[in-house]
């Protein structure tokens, strides 16, 4: 940490200078808040906040503090589960709210030109007011940013159909740690034209540039859609109800699974919902479909109600009016809040090729049982991504910070020898990242580095995510 | 060039030594063979050509190589377009033939893991059969291995509903130019676990690492298709038509573009087949739809053949057969080869978003008006991805090396000014390398070096493609 600046009056003074008065805060309840994000209970503060409000602002900003040496941690709506975007090594956290434009939607080419502080949801919305559909759909979306979004390759249920955010990003406006501003593709839907620089910002987690302009393509939006929940009386039955979804040829535009507890935790936070819960019901499956013709996807569901019968499901129930899919779908998105609530916890996000999820499971509570913790499972199981929940309960503080790293070891080291990796949707960023050299060999994390040196030498951007402790 | 060693008899000794003697070309044939592709008449000799079996061979040939600061080019089946396998500055041309192994086709998992010396067409088939389907297929699918499909981020017909080769590829083992091995990534769906190396190896054109093993995803196999030719008085409106029939919410999983000339000139090469031709008749679609359902793809080719009514189509043809069907994608596929046979020429791979098509297309003739050069243009209309051939025809010797290139410059500068790039398919290579900087700003290749550098510091991988010669 000692190679950083720490900030001083001048510097600060400077500050002022590019950014304005209004646009820098140095009081206690500002640092305070803009030092967490969503993950476990942890607070980094930074020195300063800085909003800047436009592309030079940022540009002068980062020029001025890769001369100085000061860290930049940039911060979208930090709603973030990785740790990724607290001031770790202190410095300025550089919000980016002021970036929240919906510059165009272009119906003639099915695209958007936005600023990466626009909320995932009011841009949903705009995009679907013109009867196109941007389906990246994290939990958060109604709190989260697209810069956000693009910095973690956010997913969200729809990803199982659609794809995470880094399908939809066609060009990015960057600046660069020493200032420089770049377009890093074109505005196309194919592109063999250098090396995908557009690709390498999205899920670098802000540490190779700062985006301040985002090009997506959308797509047009489906007319129809309908929501089953599948109760089972096993969860692991359940994620081999999955794979077998997508073996008859169906690909639903949801498809959630969640353990017993996540659902009856969850159930006490929203109210009016109702679904079938007991001792007899260990998992559910919520569950999609979309597309422009009704009839087919009554069609579809009729399958999965028939095929869900060789996995112990206890019914199908389908979602007959918007208000109750809507109430099944703000059930799902409220899961992780509940499960933050009942406990302390740490949340893994561990993603695998689909067909491997039941063997995920297994092994996850297997670790539980050898290291002595409970652990919630929901997620994305179309995908793959099961995220875990670990609650600390009534272990020891010791278990907590001694023992318990070595089963979540454990538990990456079965995610990486089923196919799998660390993270799905939520990223490394601060409290994954001495988990990576499971994952990733000593040549992979070289090239790794030596991208962030070649983008940011003085590493200035975001420092302390993604890499991994080098004493470690 | 002077930077680089020239092979020596003890180079070559050794080179044996590590890849048998039949590992080691070095006869005047073999270089002559291994010193072109498919661009133009192109011939860049190397000065020994080697044949690798396995990973080990590849890491232990690149270390040495590394060592000596010998040029290694990667080649696959030499069908590219853009002259990224020629040997430029000699050295070693590095023929991954021998890897031409489908080691899995998972289908439980939906993924398939294969060697870069596969044939595409192979690769397709073999997925067929179990039912899975692997959408990228460049005209030359028959030929071109997928090695060369991920150097170049190749395309086809079907991206324009699949999407190009990137999207299917999850997982790359890949030898760096040190000889170091690594895998880039996990075989999953949805990663968010550091940088994305995958995508920054696909497309590099061999100038980062040379790729040994790909894990792709894969889809169900549609069960139906249909296809239609459109005929039109105008190109113009044909263009303009392809827009329209995404409008309607149609998404073709085939949208072809032939001016006149494309047609007439290819009919030459084909014989049975019969498409409407005549004075009248400027340019065709060649559309396809696909899916599950035989009676949905009749009601789109319905909803088409209403609405390019509008757009001065003269008739809409179905083929009612399988050799129909096959007859008319024999003819698209058969466009390039043609064009080829039928001038001198050179080719631009110039993609704009899809809406712009027409001033795109406007703009070529009115440059080649000015220039005076002929124009022959065809491609995948609803990627927005143009073809545009230029053919020598009578031009002077002299006009064709320092006139043409002006304008050249002015299509791309076009092309950018609509929101496209300078290649949507083909590659930078060796022939497009000097207009990079029409699209790209300095900063922005700045960047772009300092990964090359930062990957390959000594430039022995595949030296002189992609970055614009320093002095221009």
Redesign the interface.
Known sequence: MDEFTKLTQEHVTHLQKLLGNEGVRVDEESLREYGHDETEDLVHMPEAVVFPSCVDEVSALLKYANENVIPVTAVGARTGLSGGALSTHGGIALSMEKFNAILEI?Q????ATVEPGVINYVFHSACKEKGLFYPPDPSSWGSCTLGGNLA????GPK??KY??T??YVLNLEVV?ANG??????????????????T??M???EGT?GIITKIVFKLL?YPSEDLTLLVPFTSAEKACEAV?AI?HA?I?PSGMEFMEKDAIDWTLKYVDDVSVPTGDHIRAHLLIELDG??RE?LYTDAEKIAALVEDFDAVDVLIAESQAQRDALWKLRRRVGEAVKSHSIYKEE?T??????LPKLLRGVKEIGEKYGFKSVCYG?AG???LHVNIVKGNMTDEAWEVELPKGISEIFKLV?SL??????????GFVQKNY?DI???H??L???R??????DPKGILNPGK?FPDQHL
Chains 1, 2 share one sequence.
Do not use: C
Not at 187 to 195: D, I, Q, R
Not at 351 to 356: F, Q, S
């Open positions: 272009d003639r080419n099915f695209q973690y390759n956010a997913g990803a199982v794809g995470v880094n399908q660069l420089d501003v770049i377009w890093t593709g074109a505005n196309v839907l194919k592109n063999s034209t250098g090396y995908n620089l690709q390498l999205v899920g670098s190779l047009p794979s997508f040829g690909t422009n013709d087919a996000d993603v695998v090729p689909r067909a491997e994305h995908d793959g991504n990486v196919g799998g990796t660390l993270s799905g949707e939520h990223g490394i990576m994952v990733f060999n040549a992979n070289a090239v790794q030596a991208i962030k040196k070649a983008l993604i």
